[in-house]
């Protein structure tokens, strides 16, 4: 088994692991896979996927990190972004901007994000332009 690394929490990011855990058990039931399966499939045993789901360590009583290895297999078994995982479980974190930004995008047509595109590639252009 692996060992569950110890670190302190603030309570929203205690609430985002507790979202990270209901969110990895609908991944766990829409794959139609029990407990068992997905820690055969993943590599990872039963007991420490179940503490994920429940946000919490039984054995300690304390939530807990889980490490981007743990992550990665989930990914890979459930077949979702790496990417999003790292997010929900804090090991990256977007800038405001960027937050804003995709919140933003998120709110327009797909012709307004052609011309956002647009716009995004020219400065880019011109910002590597500078730089070179």
């Known amino acids: 088994m692996r060992r569950m690394k110890s670190v302190i929490l603030t309570p929203e990011w205690i609430r985002q692991l507790q979202d990270l855990g209901v969110y990895l058990r609908e991944l766990r039931m829409q794959n139609g896979l029990s407990l068992r399966a997905a820690a055969k499939e993943a590599r990872i045993s039963q007991a420490y996927i179940s503490d994920l789901e429940h946000g919490i360590n039984r054995g300690s009583k304390k939530p807990f990190l889980p490490s981007p290895q743990i992550l990665e297999a989930l990914s890979q078994t459930y077949g979702v972004s790496y990417v999003t995982l790292l997010r929900m479980a804090g090991h990256l ?33 011109r910002n590597n332009e500078q730089v070179g």
């Open 93 to 125: 974190v977007e800038s405001p901007g960027k937050q804003e930004l995709r919140l933003f995008i998120d709110d327009l047509s797909e012709e307004e994000c052609v011309q956002a595109l647009i716009v995004l590639k020219s400065m880019w252009n």
